[in-house]
């Protein structure tokens, strides 16, 4: 059974220490003769630099925020959310693996909410569980090797991670991640990880939300009601 009640784990580990100020340096540079140290070095007020990031942001000028690294470790997910994460091509991974970690006994696994509040198939889905993991030993006291006997093993395995991302890339996972359309694992963990980095750089949270609160309209097919869908 995994620990922490079935929930991620997610902490940002890494962050640039002068993150409002670097994009405010790359949005100013952009429109300023001066040199981009001077900008930098400037005593510029908070307010001005917010408003300046903002208008460029909206005018879709993204490079300007693709200074910004941050990296993540992340625990206590299932493969099938990790799998949903790295479709994003412009994250990197380093992941738990299942070649190289044998499991020794249970393997920890995922039990989504909808399963854990039925007594009935929360019981069943753990007896299954027990069954794979008494196979996956089975094989690899057989002496085959945990890259093949991982086979056996479900999208409910719990997996570990460091993602790293520029802030465009948050951005833009945000607001596909904390949309209501996507699957709650995964959008419970974007919406931690925003949460982690939001303590840290509060400027952030307009940026770091679904979709529709950005556009003020939902282009989906299937609209959760929280917006206008778009005509
Ligand atoms: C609600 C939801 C349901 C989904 N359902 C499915 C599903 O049923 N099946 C499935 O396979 N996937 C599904 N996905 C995954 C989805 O198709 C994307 O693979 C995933 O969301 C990554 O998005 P992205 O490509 O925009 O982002 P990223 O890979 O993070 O890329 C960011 C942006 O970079 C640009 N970019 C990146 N690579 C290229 C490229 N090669 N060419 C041109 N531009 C590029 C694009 O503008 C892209 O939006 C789903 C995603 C969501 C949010």
């Known amino acids: 059974m995994t620990e922490n009640n079935n929930k991620p784990v997610v902490n940002l580990i890494s962050k640039p220490e002068n993150m409002l100020k670097t994009v405010y340096t790359a949005c100013r540079t952009c429109y300023s003769a001066d040199y981009p140290i001077n900008i930098y ?4 007020d908070e307010e001005k630099m917010l408003k300046l990031i903002e208008r ?3 005018s879709g000028h993204y490079s300007t925020i693709e200074h910004i690294q941050v990296s993540f470790a992340i ?5 099938a959310c990790t799998h949903q994460l790295v479709r994003h091509r412009h994250m990197s991974f380093s992941q738990k693996s299942q070649r190289y970690v044998k499991e020794k006994g249970q393997f920890d696994y995922i039990i989504p909410p909808t399963i854990e ?12 569980m027990k ?39 948050l951005i833009h996972l945000a607001n596909l991640r904390l949309c209501t359309r ?8 974007v ?5 982690e980095l939001v303590k840290e750089e509060p ?10 609160e950005r556009l003020g309209y939902c282009d989906e097919d299937k609209s959760c009601g929280r917006m206008p869908v778009k005509q």
Not at 41 to 44: G, L, M, P
Not at 191 to 195: A, I, L, T
Not at 203 to 212: E, G, Q, R, T
């Open 182 to 189: 996507a699957q709650y694992e995964i959008r419970t963990l």
């Open 41 to 44: 070095n400037s005593t510029d």
């Open 203 to 212: 400027w952030l949270a307009k940026y770091l939300v679904p979709k529709c």
């Open 191 to 195: 919406g931690m990880m925003c949460k």
């Open 75 to 79: 625990s206590n997910v299932s493969r």
């Open 117 to 128: 509040r039925n007594p009935e198939l929360k019981s069943k889905y753990e007896d299954f």
């Open 131 to 169: 069954e794979i993991s008494k196979m996956y030993c089975e094989f690899t006291d057989a002496g085959i090797p945990a890259e093949d006997a991982r086979f056996v093993l479900p999208n409910a395995a719990a997996s570990s991670m460091v993602a790293s991302l520029n802030l465009r890339e």
């Open 56 to 58: 460029v942001i909206s």
